[in-house]
């Protein structure tokens, strides 16, 4: 990799992915519209176009990708209750789609997409694998799974090399605030610095395989850097381990608050023994590590 484009370079995850590409020296072009991207978050080494990717002209701006070799897909409405008011909105789909189409042009090295564990709905069983049972239970999920049979496509008629990972939870520094993505660990947090209890949604027994940030960043890496080839691979990006939401609370301390009903799934955990084998990836870090680092800081 010596050159890469990086959409949704301005967001929560993309921006860590900015950040560490740029610390290997690696040529990076951010395309972001800013929709839930911030300014603040753009690495001001790497060049930066605002623009949104699910309707821009091709023809204009391909002369300025020159000697890109890997694009990271990333740009998306990451919003699965918004997807489910809003099911004509095809921002994810119609991005995806352009950027294959940019890949193709370029005739990039490999594209790489931030699909979602949403794909596999209520889990049938758990750890959850990649030949787990798909069943979209949103707009949002749905066009993750059409992303990713976009991807094969490129690659079974286009011959582009593409790579599809499928993340969990993600947490770590720059998780959102609000959103869909914005997870109990972000609630927590700011209940804990606010000396409120912590509001548990159900009985919160409800399992979840939390992710840290900079593990999705190693798995974009490392994928981005394998030798051999993809057609539309996919490969879980979780941790295999779970806790509880009121696991999740102890480890913050301080009281809890039930009440708050939702439906959601009951237990959602990764087995990531393809991505460990294939990428040699493992994650590093700890949930309770980075909540203790937290409540020790505040
Ligand atoms: N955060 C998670 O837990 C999680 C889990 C599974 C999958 N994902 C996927 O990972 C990717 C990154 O998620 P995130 O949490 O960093 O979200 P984010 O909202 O922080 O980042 C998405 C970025 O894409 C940009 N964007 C959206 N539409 C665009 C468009 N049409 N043109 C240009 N830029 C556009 C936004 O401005 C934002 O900067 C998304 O594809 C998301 O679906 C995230």
Redesign the pocket.
């Known amino acids: 990799m010596q050159k890469v484009i990086v959409?949704?370079?301005?967001?929560?995850?993309?921006?860590n992915l900015v950040d560490e590409l740029i610390k290997q020296e690696i040529e990076v072009i951010i395309?972001?519209?800013?929709?839930?991207?911030?300014k603040e978050?753009i690495n001001p080494r790497a060049i930066f176009y605002e623009?949104?990717?699910?309707?821009?002209n091709m023809n204009s701006f391909i002369y300025l990708f020159k000697d890109v070799d890997t694009i990271f897909?990333?740009?998306?409405?990451?919003?699965v209750q918004y997807s489910i008011e809003n099911p004509t909105d095809n921002?994810?789909l119609?991005?995806l789609i352009n950027m294959l189409e940019v890949s193709r042009l370029l005739k990039v090295k490999r594209f790489v997409f931030?699909?979602?564990?949403?794909v596999y709905g209520n889990p049938k069983y758990t750890p959850i694998d990649e030949n787990h049972p798909i069943n979209p239970l949103s707009p949002?999920a749905l066009h993750?799974l059409i992303g990713e049979q976009y991807c094969k496509l490129y690659s079974d008629v286009y011959d582009l090399d593409t790579v599809c990972l499928?993340?969990?939870?993600?947490?770590g520094n720059?998780?959102?605030k609000e959103?869909a993505?914005k997870?109990v660990i972000s609630v927590f947090k700011e209940q804990y610095s606010q000396n409120q209890p912590l509001n548990i949604v159900n009985d919160g027994e409800q399992k979840r395989d939390f992710?840290h940030?900079e593990d999705?960043i190693q798995a974009n890496i490392l994928v981005a850097n394998l030798t051999k080839n993809h057609k539309g691979d996919i490969f879980n990006v979780g941790t295999g381990q779970a806790y509880t939401v009121n696991e999740i609370a102890d480890m913050f301390g301080g009281n809890k608050k039930y009440g708050e009903k939702r439906i959601e799934p009951k237990n959602s955990i990764a087995e990531n023994a393809k991505i460990t084998l294939d990428l040699n990836w493992k994650p590093k870090n700890k949930l309770k590590t980075w909540i203790n680092t937290f409540t020790e800081e505040n």
């Open positions: 959409t949704g370079g301005a967001g929560f995850i993309g921006s395309l972001d519209n800013l929709s839930t991207g911030k978050n623009c949104d990717v699910s309707n821009m897909h990333l740009a998306a409405t990451p919003q921002n994810n119609h991005s931030s699909s979602s564990s949403a949002y993750k499928r993340y969990f939870n993600a947490y720059r998780m959102p959103g993505y997870s992710i940030v999705i």
